[in-house]
T-cell receptor, first 111, second 115 residues
């Protein structure tokens, strides 16, 4: 079946270092969405990418959608403590009303 | 606007008990979803609804039931609770299917422990 793989599972960084998470789908996606979940919280929508090769920026966050629309990445420049949480990608399953979710990448700031 | 409201926030059940997790949204969204999230894992879809009176199974429906009598409410019923149902349950809603041009809005979640 259709799968969305997300790596790495965890990333430990010093505050001020960069962070990247990657998302790979087994099939072409019509769009990909990114959500952030703070510890103990619920997922909150960050952005949606629709076009092949699309790049969008939100302050220190850069989102990319691959040319083949099968992969995506989220890059955070100069991480801050407010960036702590788990970042999920999600894409629609063909022919129905479901999203399939990556397992998430947990961003941990080293003390 | 309250958005998506879930109750209760926490619950402990004994094996074999039943309960209903409540979910209500005030955004007039047609699409509603129930997910479960096990520790350190992503979201698994339990059931979803495309409108009042219409529900369908997601990836992990066994042991659960839903109903959608109104646009606003989408309760999730657990019958004969089992330890494997220990999880955090999230209800979500969206204006369009799969969130295209309309992201999913999540409730704060229900943390359920079955012992």
């Amino acid at each position: 079946g259709q799968q969305v793989m997300q790596i790495p599972q965890y990333q430990h960084v010093q505050e001020g270092e960069d962070f990247t998470t990657y998302c790979n789908s087994s099939t072409t996606l019509s769009n990909i969405q990114w959500y952030k979940q703070r510890p103990g919280g619920h997922p909150v929508f960050l952005i949606q990418l629709v076009k092949s090769g699309e790049v969008k920026k939100q302050k220190r966050l850069t989102f990319q959608f691959g040319e083949a629309k099968k992969n995506s990445s989220l890059h955070i420049t100069a991480t801050q403590t407010t960036d702590v949480g788990t970042y999920f990608c999600a894409g629609p399953v063909d022919s129905n009303y479901q999203l399939i979710w990556g397992a998430g990448t947990k961003l941990i700031i080293k003390p | 606007n309250a958005g998506v409201t879930q109750t209760p926030k926490f619950r402990i059940l004994k094996i074999g008990q039943s309960m209903t997790l409540q979910c209500a949204q005030d955004m007039n969204h047609n699409y509603m979803y129930w997910y479960r999230q096990d520790p350190g894992m992503g979201l698994k879809l339990i059931y979803y609804s495309v409108g009042a009176g219409i529900t369908d199974k997601g990836e992990v429906p066994n042991g659960y039931n839903v109903s959608r009598s109104t646009t606003e409410d989408f309760p999730l019923r657990l019958e004969l609770a089992a330890p494997s149902q220990t999880s955090v349950y999230f209800c979500a809603s969206s204006y369009s299917p799969t969130g295209l041009n309309s992201p999913l809005h999540f409730g704060n979640g229900t943390r359920l422990t079955v012992t």
